[in-house]
């Protein structure tokens, strides 16, 4: 048997494996460097390593390429939301690196092992332990976020899945305060997590049975030629969606995301909640509109029921929420729904819509939660809504940004939320999907209730007695919510450049 | 609406000054804080000033062109530009705009005024400066938007501004309330200007005036229709229109300047202004039109009712401003015959009522802070300048000839006449009715104010304004006196807005001649003033209000039962669905505010108990919405 | 034997390890039923190899297995850890998030 050595565009390929080599890099410090020297080396050596992943993704940003076997595409979509990974991941990280919060380090467990409530545990608090193992972990799962949507194959698709699923389950358990709920957090997102992906992969296993293959473009042309068994393809279809939704937190697949978002420490919430989103929903995309377009009239009204359903049932959770994470969890579930409906719309304006959506939803989500980060208490972060009452009185600058986030969720004009809605509506419109446009408009004024509601508890409301403080924002969470606001309010004013960038950048290979 | 517009060059650039320089104070108020507290107030008062003068300026190169080329546009930058959805953001200043520029900086310049000596003793004058600056600056934004969606940004600035003003003295409970009401009943309101955006757009794929315009028409009447009600919802709540005026009331929380500029003046008659920038949508959606006509006669009886019963003088004062509007609304529902008039009332509105308001502001000044007419009478002796002023916005807002609201609420009147048919006499008598009650009850705030025998505590020791606070109210009744005939006389404001919104000269033979509407209307007017003087000054006055009243002045005395309404339909229910549902966290979930969110509410945490917190739960939800789908896909194929 | 009947058998597999997961409480157990279903993915992958007469199938399977190793490290760890905290590896136990 001859075996021919695969063709790697190396040069496409690099910033993932750039960011792959730090996260490597970042392992051996730990194992190799003193305890206390590894933050100061791990931080810049984390992020330097994603600036450059930046650069490179700048520099390649116009080129396009099928490599290592068909297995990775860099293209348009890929390459935009990759560097919007990266920029977030580089936001995320600065709030996962802050130390001059809380009191004793860090927002991460001083020693994993230790048993909540222990003498190894007040030892090791004592001692003010201090971790960094989350460095690597969280550069792994950028890698993984990375190759998602830029997954040529169902199988490049699953390694992806997985390699930015396990890190995160860790990270969540790594919750210096209020360990219980982080641990079980850990639990649900792991087991719920391997769940969803066994469904996944036995969908891709039909998928394959179909089409002979599990390279997107067979099975395209499988599609089009009509060449395997249908059951097979639907099966398929119907399970590998079923792993996806669960990522992107659709209904009803949503269940582990409050528990996972309320329970895992904030800053990894944030940086999940954000990246996660656009990695899966970029993968998503790319299966629905590269390997599975031939099928739409079999997945649209599937998709376009769980669409619905995701926005409604999301906004209406988010209602009665009395704890900000949560509420912002179901609020990410709601925009779940929002973001399918440029999926469902299946044109190049649905395409560039969920592109745009993506981009500025994460910036906003992730300095939503950098705020939760600042609004502490004795114990810990306050995530109680109750003690948000009263925050623009003490705190107006906080509670403006704040604010401002709030409402670019709600879809308010003048912010990005905004552009983003009306881009994905209009798109679905555009494909006839008149239904969802109306199911989406009425979710939005449902949802824009609670956002405003918290808008109106901070600043009509009088504090409460002993509620919570704001810390001051030291210096890299304000450098990571100084970039979110920068990035929300521009694209709400002057979206025009970056619709123009991802217009032009709207465009699968195959 | 008229032909492309002039594209703005040369000083015409001077438009985004107009708007610039208030943004400009407000953002250095806010910036500066504290170290800007001896000079902030008149920085402030400078740019808004110096934004009336660029208003001038505009006002006299508009006059230097001819008529078809008097509106200019100026393309600020491409908002949004994907594909098919193109939004420009851009100024548009015509006739229309530049009489709502000049009414809003004149206006809001006097007020500036008049806020430094009435501030003077508050702590935190700088930041109601900076407030008022960023209210000028949205208002301005407001009016002189291009596209729907520009005028939304304005629209919501200005509510923003509203809140924060109202909400100025925040550290009383009940002005907090206020504020959050206001806020809510807006939201309502607001939902329909983002519907109406919305249907413009998925309907036409464009949302600036001019492009709707273009697509009005009788083809698109039910497009329009429902476009125009969902504006009419929209005015509802910013104009304090029936049924969103409860808000209005309570909004006289805040400062009295505030009062006179935001809540009399200018923010709230926006409503107004939709509409009458909205022509082309009414003009092409007849039961659209007909919803306005009624919802301003109803709302201009409701307020006057309301205004006979209530003590508190900023109150009477809001309801009378509730009812006025009304009869601008009424106007606008009239179509072409009556856009001209409700701008030409809501121009001599503006300056009668924010005399009125400042001559409140000044009484209360005098009077220690104390609102109840009761507790005031005989003023006229220690506060002569204000009574005076008082009194000539008085004689203008009742309608007596020759000042300035005569004219204009004649002419109204006589456009509803005019309106043809059994309609044309039931609005009419209406609007009629509706004038003597205005004289009623101004009658009464007058006679309770400044005549009578006194009824203060003995604490209180009137006294007349300082020059500050007396200047811009006697300006402002300068123009209460002749804004009117100025507009009135050759239908000067009508041809001057023709280009904007259409021919509105009415055809064929009026249903009555203008002079009996005329006779008419004084007669009303003298009707509703004896009644006044039987009630009020034959009989005294007493300090206290009385309590064995006729139920319907109760009524009158509780806003018509309007917050009685609200609850039993909007907020009760919520609530007790809410308490059954112990889950829900009473401090977050306040009545006033969640009322009608209740009924989601409840829905909420009905279906949020799904999420038991059990991970097998959640994995059965996943087999199962995993088996749903398997079964929808492979259903149309077994 | 048809290659169908490893289908069919593939398919009870990963319907047995999805009931399992929904149905037993044991942490460690319900994890051992997922990776019931993705050695039931895996049958199939092989199964269709066969069918399909192309390699592609087989590979993939290697794959899994290594994913599947990786999952188990992770997974163990938490489990592990929640063991310790509470005393029990119940998954019902775990039940402070909710709503």
Redesign the interface.
Known sequence: MNFVAPVINYSQVLPILIVLGTALLGVIVEAFVARDRRYQIQVPLSIAGLVVAFVWILKIHATTAITAESAVAIDGPALVLQGAIVILGIAGLLLIAERKLDSSGDAFVAQ??A??GSEAERTATLAKLTQTEVFPLTLFAIAGMMLFPAAND??TM??AL?VLS?PL??MS?LARRR???S??????Y???G???S??F??G???L??YS???GFRQIREAIQTNAGN??FL??G???V??GL??KVSAV??H??T??VY??APTPVTAFMAACTKIAAFGAFARLFYVGLSGARW??R??LT??AIATMV?GA?????Q?DIKRMLAYSSVAHSGFILTGIVATNK?GL??TL?YLVTYGFTTIGAFAIVTLVRNASGEATH??GY?GLGKRSPWIAMLLSLFLLALAG???TSGF?AK??VF?AA??SGSTVL?IFG?LTS??AA?FY??LI??M????PEEDGPTVAAAPLMTTAAIALCATVTLVLG????SL??VI?AASRFVF | MEATHALASGTSSLLVWLIALPALGATILLLAGRRSDKWGHLLATALSGASFVVGLVELFKMLSRDGETRGVSQHL?????????NVEAGLLLDQLSICFVLLITGVGTLIHVYSIAYMEHDHDRRRFFSYLNLFIAAMLLLVLGDSF?NL??GW?GVGLAS?LLI?FW?QK?AY?TA??KA?VVN?IGD?GL??AI?IA??AFGTVSFQGVANHAGPEHKQIMTWMGLALLLAAAGKSAQFPLQSWLGDAMAGPTPVSALIHAATMVTAGVYLITRSNFVFDSAPTAQLMVVIVGVVTLLFGALIGTAKDDIKKALAASTMSQIGYMVLAAGLGPAGYAFAIMHLLTHGFFKASMFLGAGSVMHGMNDEVDMRKFGRLRLAMPITYITFGLGYLAIIGVPPFSGFFSKDKIIEAAFNAGGPRGWIIGFAALLGAAITAFYMTRVMVLTFFGQKRWADEAHPHESPKLMTAPIIILSIGSIAAGALFAFGSSLQHWLEPVVARGFVEGEPALQPIVVSIMALVAVALGVALAYIKYVRVPVEAVAPTNVSIWTRFARRDLLQDAFNEAVFMRPGQYLTRALS???R??V?GA??GT?AL??G???R??R??T?Y?R???L??L???AL??A???A??I | MSPNNY?VL?ALL?SI??IG?VLRRN?IV??MC?EL??N??NL??V??AR??G?L??Q??AF??MV?AA??VV??L???V??F???RSAS?DD?????Y
Request: with cysteine; proline share 3%.
């Open positions: 994993a092992a048993i909540p169902l199988v699953f390694v997985e396990l389950y860790l358990g360990r219980l709920l641990q079980e957090a850990a639990l649900k792991f087991l719920l391997a769940f969803s066994a469904f992969l036995y891709a296993a039909f394959y049975g002979g293959s599990v249908d059951v639907l099966t279809i119907a399970l969606s079923v939704l669960f009803p697949f269940s582990w409050p528990d309320q329970g079999d997945w009204p599937m029921v769980i049932l209406l959770w988010a209602l009665t009395t304006a560039s819509g745009f809504i109750s009452a308010i004009p003048l552009v009306f881009a209009s419109y555009e446009v408009v004024a449902i209730f405003i509601r109106v508890l600043f009509f409301q009088d004013i002057l979206p025009n619709v123009h217009d | 930058f491409t908002w949004i530009n994907a594909g098919s959805f969606l939304y940004v919501e809140y909400g925040n409970p907090a504020a959050k806020f939201r939902m983002s519907f919305m757009f998925t889950f829900f966290d401090k977050v306040d505010v969640n969110g989601f509410g829905l909420s945490v279906v949020r799904v999420q917190g991970v739960t959640y994995a939800l996943i199962v919405g995993a789908i398997l929808a896909m492979l149309a194929r | 289908l593939s990963f390890g999805a997961v942490a319900v994890f997922v279903m993705l039931a993915a199939a992958f199964t269709f069918l399909l192309n592609d199938g590979v993939v794959f899994t994913v990786c999952e992770v997974g760890a938490i489990i850890t929640i310790r905290s509470r998954v775990a039940n402070l998030l909710k």
